[in-house]
């Protein structure tokens, strides 16, 4: 017993020995600050992006009321007088692609989730899911032109009255994008679900469908809500499909025919080169870009919320 534990102790004793002379000591010495100094990144890049933000907005909040922004009607930027700045056109035009692009996602994307988790064999789901999770690949230009080229003149085959910018041919192409996020994320909060609930349910004689239904996704509501949110988050963060195919002009309506403008698509018109440095113009940019990011943050928020409130615990 002495001599194995002297030669337990001395095997110790080498173990630290060698930590503290070598290379092996300096690298445990210098990791810890490195990963702290990779994890500060993320940190205050988010600060300073934040900083930016709020730091231009209050220049233009200098020379345009903030009352005026919050409340106007009108977005007319470019007046060669005195420009109007009321940013509810650039909102309502940003919600009606966010309503209709959640109104196609939100089926189609429930539904492929229902059939993933419950109805499909593993053989099938390993095809199937990738394939569904390529479209969030496709780069959001070519979603762009799709919609411009394809959709709209479809559209527009049996709704004469369509324009060739509007919010309904870009609100379901933004739609289309985000069923992979819908129903790869709702998926996902099914499968967690544990088998032993479906057994049981369905030994108290409840159909295939009625399981799905009624055990399975009341079980899994806060993942598929969470999903949801996070989807309209990233539609109302869309720039390119919108640019492309919703056009630029900006409207206090709710028409869904005609062209339109949002947050993001006013963003990228102004930063092609429309606004000179220094203008308000040019600092209404930040503006509208403050106010995205406030309901970006609302929304991620909201996610969180409800995957915290209505979490259940298997």
């Known amino acids: 017993m002495a001599s194995n534990t002297s030669r337990t102790l001395s095997v110790q004793q080498m173990i630290e020995e060698k930590s503290k002379r070598g290379t092996s000591h300096t690298i445990e010495k210098i990791v810890p ?16 992006i934040l900083f930016t933000l709020v730091f231009e907005t209050f220049t233009f909040f200098q020379r345009v009321s903030i ?5 106007g009607k009108v977005w007319y930027p470019f007046s060669e007088t005195n420009g109007e700045f009321g940013v509810l056109p650039l909102i309502v035009g940003t919600l009606k692609i966010t309503v209709i692009a959640t109104i196609v996602a939100v089926p189609i994307g429930l539904g492929a989730a229902i059939y993933l988790s419950e109805y499909a064999s593993d053989r099938v789901r390993r095809i199937i899911k990738p394939i569904l999770e390529v479209l969030a690949g496709i780069p959001t230009i070519v979603y762009g032109f799709f919609a411009l080229t394809f959709v709209t003149p479809v559209l527009r085959s049996f709704m004469p009255s369509l324009e060739i910018f509007n919010a309904l041919s870009p609100g379901i192409v933004v739609g289309v994008m985000i069923i992979p996020m819908v129903a790869s994320l709702s998926e996902d909060a099914m499968g967690s679900v544990p088998n032993s609930i479906r057994e049981g349910a369905i030994a108290l004689g409840a159909t295939k469908f009625e399981v799905a239904i009624k055990v399975v996704l009341p079980a899994a509501i806060s993942g598929i809500i ?6 309209v988050s990233r539609a109302i963060g869309e720039t ?20 339109l403008q949002t947050m993001t698509s006013y963003i990228v018109q102004v930063s092609t080169g429309d606004a000179g440095y220094g203008t308000t113009i040019y600092y209404s940019i930040y503006a509208v870009g403050f106010t995205l990011f406030l309901f970006t943050l ?17």
């Open 33 to 48: 600050g490195v990963l702290f100094l990779l994890a500060a990144v993320s940190v205050l890049t988010t600060a300073g």
């Open 67 to 71: 009352v005026e922004f919050i409340t």
């Open 226 to 231: 969470a999903s949801i949110v996070l989807a």
């Open 240 to 259: 390119m499909i919108v640019t492309v195919a919703a056009g630029s002009t900006p409207t206090f309506d709710m028409d869904i025919m005609g062209s």
């Open 298 to 314: 609302l929304m991620n928020m909201l996610a969180q919320y409800i995957s915290k409130r209505f979490r259940e615990e298997y």
